[in-house]
């Protein structure tokens, strides 16, 4: 197979059996991010007067916003949640006093940084 000359590198390759008339770029990440960024570019240039894509497009992306909003206040209150559930279990164990603890403040970030909270 005949080696081809990259696009972005300059490097050769051997491209890929099926897509050899079509590939101009190697598997360089650096060079496949160059491809996708002059793709992405292509795309955005094609779709600007498109306003009908505009306003869909618009739609979703709020959507994503919304969704990771809403993500985040469920990893709070969850994360909370936790919290509150170790000073509870903290307050029992000062109540029956088996142990003594000097740093509260030292052992709660233990805690947060030990548990799993995702
Ligand atoms: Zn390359």
Do not use: W
Not at 42 to 49: A, D, G, P
């Amino acid at each position: 197979m005949k080696p081809v000359k990259c696009a972005c590198c300059d490097h050769f390759f051997i491209p890929r059996a099926n897509n050899r008339e079509k590939q101009k770029y190697c598997n360089a990440p650096a060079c496949q991010n160059e491809r996708n960024r002059i793709k992405n570019q292509t795309y955005r240039t094609k779709k600007e007067n498109d306003f009908t894509f505009k306003h869909f497009e618009a739609q979703r992306q709020q959507r994503i916003r919304d969704r990771r909003k809403e993500l985040n206040g469920k990893r709070e209150a969850r994360r909370s949640s936790t919290l509150n559930a170790f000073c509870k279990t903290f307050i029992s164990m000062k109540i029956s006093s088996k142990f003594h603890i000097v740093d509260k403040s030292a052992l709660i970030m233990n805690f947060i940084d030990h548990t799993i909270i995702y």
